[in-house]
């Protein structure tokens, strides 16, 4: 790869370029590889094999970058955390969500989001610093939740977070809000998270 030819890497970028339009508008599932080569202009129908191998090859070209740039951005927020701060909670939520928020910035990471939320329970591989941030997390909800019930709200938290992303991405694509608005509407997403995980435990779940 790192002497590939110039029209090779220009066939492998129009192919990662296709996908990410067709994954975030349709999912995964939604798409053939046939189609994917079609929106590329790939004349080569086994383009796609030749590249990534399959489906899941495809899938991980387009989604490790944006991976690596979160974890590496959750790395230095949470380097930065001052211990034994007054709500760990929130602040543990912010290194979350804003890495994410930050997505929005560009075509690219908009995708990302949409594709992100159509795959937001599926158990894959986490990089270090997000699986420490998911650690501390826990460690901070169990103190305030039975386990079971903090699994669940996790859960939650997964099927509001990144819904909620993508919806906001693919609005922006159609109309970019302010700076303002979108810092006002990302902090109101981290009051959400944080709602749904300290939310007091109702009768029912403490039995």
């Not at 994954?23 to 999912?27: I, K, L, Q, V």
């Not at 990302?112 to 599926?122: D, G, M, S, T």
């Given at each position: 790869?790192?002497?590939?030819?110039?029209?090779?890497?220009?066939?492998?970028?129009?192919l990662?370029?296709?996908?990410?339009?067709l994954?975030?508008?349709?999912?995964p599932?939604?798409?053939?590889?046939?189609?994917?080569?079609?929106?590329?202009?790939?004349?080569?129908?086994?383009?796609?094999?030749?590249?990534?191998?399959?489906?899941?090859?495809?899938?991980?070209?387009?989604?490790?970058?944006?991976?690596?740039?979160?974890?590496?951005?959750r790395?230095?927020?949470?380097?930065?955390?001052?211990?034994?701060?007054?709500?760990?909670?929130?602040?543990l939520?912010?290194?979350?969500v804003?890495?994410?928020?930050?997505?929005?910035?560009?075509?690219?990471?908009?995708?990302?989001?949409?594709?992100?939320?159509?795959?937001?329970?599926?158990q894959?591989?986490?990089?270090?610093?997000?699986?420490?941030?998911?650690?501390?997390?826990?460690?901070?909800?169990?103190?305030?939740l039975?386990?079971?019930?903090a699994?669940?709200?996790?859960?939650?938290?997964?099927?509001?977070?990144?819904?909620?992303?993508a919806?906001?991405?693919?609005?922006?694509?159609?109309?970019?809000?302010?700076?303002?608005?979108?810092?006002?509407w990302v902090?109101?997403?981290?009051?959400?998270?944080?709602?749904?995980?300290?939310?007091?435990?109702?009768?029912?779940?403490?039995?």
């Open positions: 790869m790192l002497f590939m030819p110039r029209q090779a890497g220009a066939t492998r970028a129009a990662l370029d296709a996908a990410s339009r994954f975030a508008e349709r999912g599932e939604g798409v053939s590889l046939a189609e994917i080569n079609a929106a590329a202009r790939q004349k080569n129908t086994a383009a796609v094999h030749y590249h990534f191998r399959n489906r899941e090859g495809l899938l991980a070209a387009l989604l490790e970058p944006h991976q690596q740039a979160i974890d590496a951005q790395r230095e927020l949470l380097d930065a955390l001052t211990p034994g701060g007054p709500d760990p909670l929130r602040a939520t912010r290194v979350l804003l890495p994410l928020a930050e997505r929005l910035d560009e075509p690219a990471g908009r995708r990302f989001l949409r594709l992100q939320a159509r795959l937001a329970l599926r894959d591989p986490i990089h270090p610093a997000s699986t420490e941030l998911v650690k501390r997390m826990r460690r901070v909800v169990h103190k305030r039975p386990a079971a019930l699994r669940t709200r996790g859960e939650l938290v997964q099927l509001m977070l990144f819904p909620a992303l919806e906001r991405a693919r609005r922006e694509e159609e109309k970019p809000g302010s700076r303002r608005e979108r810092r006002a902090e109101a997403l981290i009051d959400a998270v944080v709602g749904i995980l300290a939310a007091p435990v109702g009768e029912e779940d403490k039995a």
